[in-house]
């Protein structure tokens, strides 16, 4: 007779636009114990690159996104997981050949992706950020940059009062205001950028009168970078902390040097992941943007995001 672990294993993963994030853990016997994390790890696909814009993943980000799910499927068997949750985001939701990439991952790895809408992933989101972050009973404006959507939600630990998904992800920004991202990025692209975030953001700004959130809680990406600039230090995924303080002066000046630098310029500022050099600047401007419309001052990071919520909600199952 096989018996098989007396721990459940279980393998997320998160298909994001930018970067995709692997985790697995064996699950508590006892109810209340945390989980064991045995890896955390993430890859940076950009399946965006050269075709979100125009509704396609591109044949060699495609090609990436196959490669690095091999990659991930020989780990999960290594660590002998037998329970697989994956999710997919914008790149995959919004691009023609989204469900073909979805079909070919099954069929060459046994993993089956599902795709979630904009507000499934906010509500994800939002539960991972509170197992890094005690939200408390005052509202938050909690802000997850991806390379093709962003989401925003307001909340506290127990409500989530408003909660949004916009389709203006960092790699669509790039695409759409950095024409040239081996420049500076000019002042006259601040300004467009700042300009279509006004309109495209209505509806937050409404929110934002209406809820009066305490502090911005970025959530994983761009926002662990800000976290790695302000210490000077590239980290892992395993080295992060779970909750970081982001000074409000820290990000202000990390903005004004990304701002200011030419791509190899920015390539060289510490604790910058090249991947993110060019797409920091626009999430940058992003970050700036809401913290004006919203009057907040205190900025806050959390390691924590998609695949963490959907731990979260699996162990409260």
């Known amino acids: 007779m096989h018996t098989p672990h007396a721990h459940r294993r279980l393998a997320l993963i998160d ?19 945390k989980p064991l994390v045995l890896l955390r790890t993430k890859a940076g696909v950009r399946l965006g690159e050269g075709g979100i814009s125009q509704g396609i993943i591109s044949p ?44 070919d991952i099954f069929e060459q790895t046994g993993i089956r992706v599902e795709v979630i809408p904009g507000e499934r992933e906010a509500e994800l989101i939002c539960q991972g950020v509170r197992q890094a972050v005690d939200l408390g009973t005052e509202p938050h404006l909690i802000m997850d940059i991806g390379g093709g959507s962003v989401e925003f939600i307001i909340a506290n630990q127990a409500t989530i009062f408003w909660k949004r998904s916009f389709e203006i992800g960092a790699q669509r920004l790039l695409d759409k205001f950095f024409p040239d991202p081996s420049g500076v990025f000019p002042a006259a692209a601040v300004a467009a950028e700042q300009q279509y975030l006004s309109t495209v953001l209505e509806p937050l700004i409404e929110a934002l ?15 662990d970078s800000l976290a790695d600039m302000q210490l000077g230090q590239l980290r892992t995924e395993s080295q992060l902390p779970p909750h970081t303080e982001l000074a409000p002066g820290s990000f202000q000046e990390s903005y004004r040097h990304l701002l200011s630098g030419n791509h190899e310029q920015r390539l060289a500022i510490p604790g910058i992941l090249p991947m993110r050099a060019d797409m920091l600047v626009v999430a940058a401007v992003l970050i700036d943007y809401v913290l004006g419309v919203s009057g907040i001052t205190r900025i806050q990071t959390s390691a924590y995001a998609l695949k963490e919520g959907l731990l979260a909600e699996m162990l409260a199952i």
Request: glycine fraction near 8%; aromatic fraction near 6%.
């Open 60 to 103: 060699a980000a495609y090609a990436r996104a196959l490669h690095t799910l091999a990659g991930f499927k020989e780990e999960i068997e290594l660590h002998e997981a037998e329970e697989v949750r994956a999710t997919a985001t914008s790149a995959m939701r919004v691009t023609r050949n989204g469900p073909d990439l979805v079909r």
């Open 15 to 33: 298909l994001g636009t930018n970067t995709f994030h692997l985790l697995i853990v064996e699950m508590p016997t006892t109810p209340g114990e």
């Open 209 to 223: 009168q209406q809820y009066r959130p305490v502090s911005l809680v970025g959530a994983s990406g761009s926002f």
